[in-house]
């Protein structure tokens, strides 16, 4: 498929970068913007829009409606573009672009002054000119460095867009004709964007983990939503479904006007799936189950355990943020591997397993020394035990009221032991 490239000339660059990129946008990504103007890739839109000349029209069309100014030119290559703009009166186009191109001044290419001296007194003052020299006797005659000139002229130049503006997200936002009480009556329209907002990830060569949302609500307020995952995903459904059950746990306050979503960019997810690895769910699938989970009993119940280094009667909490982090392997081949993996081999951490209820057991103590212990499943002599610690490490939250041990029993195993008054239980085992 042939290259098309255009060109917007302005009178102030500086002034109307954000509007003459900002109006790139509406036709291409790869974008550079120069010191008078502003070049992109237009390769592609002739199936959408029509001819150069139409492109033109369009482009200036949404330089009116963004209110600035500037030339605009379509060409095969990126030089004949920006030659062509650079020439063009303000807002200027010209039907016939091979013409336009062949009655260029010679001044406006890359030619040292002295050859142009030399190509005025000769009478050869325009492009057209030029061309009308067999290519042997200019090389000849300027050798090899005036390739690059002859190239220009034919439209056979070389050079490249160098994009230089560089983006970490993109976004859609629509207003509504009329407020709408819920969210699930923006799902329609929420698709929509989404579709749109997936796709322009995906045309720059990215994918998205992290989506923030934003409805201005008829009140005159903001309610924002960020949603994470720990994988990157394109998948439109799977989006929406989340944003759909994010919003349910927390539902707008007023009715919603206008919805605003940016999708943050991250490198995408490799698709090569293991050829022996054990099949395991697809993250989407997991992330779908924990949030409907959340929704069904709220969302500090749910989530990954994590041990606190306390004295509690039951150290740990559930972080309802944390998910298996995918990003260590890809599709079946991943294996969800703990952030203190290493520590906890290193410190030898084992399970305990909690006894509910808790075993009563007989204890005896002689010279303030553990001695032996029996309950209605074993019996034993105490080898070991380390102790004794108080069951609430937060003292400033509530008084002490039980004391603890952990024995080893002799033939059994580990238990944590329990003293509350005078009486004595086995809370649990570790395994």
């Not at 829009?49 to 030119?73: C, M």
Request: aromatic share 8%; net charge negative; glycine share 6%.
């Amino acid at each position: 498929m042939a290259r098309s490239y255009a060109c917007i000339i302005s009178p102030d660059v500086k002034r109307d970068k954000d509007a003459l990129v900002a109006a790139a946008r509406e036709f291409a990504y790869s974008i550079e913007v120069l010191d008078d103007g502003i070049l992109f890739d237009v390769s592609g839109l002739e199936r959408l829009i029509g001819k150069p000349d139409k492109i033109t029209q369009k482009i200036l069309a949404e330089l009116e409606r963004r209110k600035v100014h500037g030339s605009v030119a379509v060409a095969g290559t990126v030089d004949t573009a920006i030659l062509l703009a650079r020439q063009k009166g303000e807002g200027g186009q010209m039907a016939e672009q091979q013409d336009a191109f062949e009655q260029l001044p010679l001044r406006n290419l890359d030619i040292g002054q002295d050859t142009l001296n030399v190509f005025s007194d000769l009478g050869i003052r325009s492009v057209q000119d030029l061309l009308a020299i067999p290519r042997a006797d200019l090389i000849g005659r300027y050798g090899r460095e005036f390739q690059d000139v002859i190239d220009t002229i034919e439209q056979r130049g070389a050079s490249f867009i160098t994009p230089n503006v560089k983006d970490s997200n993109v976004e859609w936002s629509f207003d509504l004709d009329q407020s709408v009480e819920n969210f699930e009556q923006l799902i329609f329209v929420l698709n929509h964007g989404l579709e749109r907002l997936l796709a322009e990830v995906e045309h720059c060569g990215f994918s998205t983990e992290h989506l923030d949302l934003l409805f201005k609500l008829k009140n005159r307020t903001e309610k924002s939503y960020e949603i994470k995952t720990s994988f990157p995903t394109l998948d439109r459904a799977f989006w929406l479904k989340l944003i759909n059950l994010r919003a349910a746990l927390d539902p707008p306050e007023a009715d919603i006007v206008s919805v605003k979503t940016i999708a943050h960019f991250t490198h995408p997810r490799p698709a090569q799936k293991g050829l022996y690895a054990v099949s395991r769910p697809e993250p989407e699938s997991l992330l779908l189950t924990v949030n409907k989970l959340k929704k069904l009993v709220g969302e500090t119940h749910v989530g990954v355990p994590m041990l606190l280094n306390q004295r509690l009667a039951e150290p740990f909490a559930l972080d309802a943020d944390a998910m298996p982090d995918v990003r260590t392997g890809s599709g079946s081949d991943w294996v969800p591997e703990p952030a203190n993996s290493h520590a906890l081999c290193d410190h030898g951490i084992i399970a305990f397993n909690y006894y509910r209820p808790p075993l009563r057991a007989e204890v005896l103590v002689r010279d303030g020394r553990l001695i032996f212990i029996k309950t209605h499943h074993f019996s034993g002599h105490v080898t070991e035990y380390s102790g004794v610690w108080k069951s609430n490490s937060k003292w400033w939250e509530s008084l002490w009221k039980t004391q603890e041990w952990d024995i080893e029993v002799e033939g059994h195993g580990i238990y944590r032991l329990l003293k509350a008054g005078k009486e004595w239980f086995l809370t649990g085992e570790y395994d």
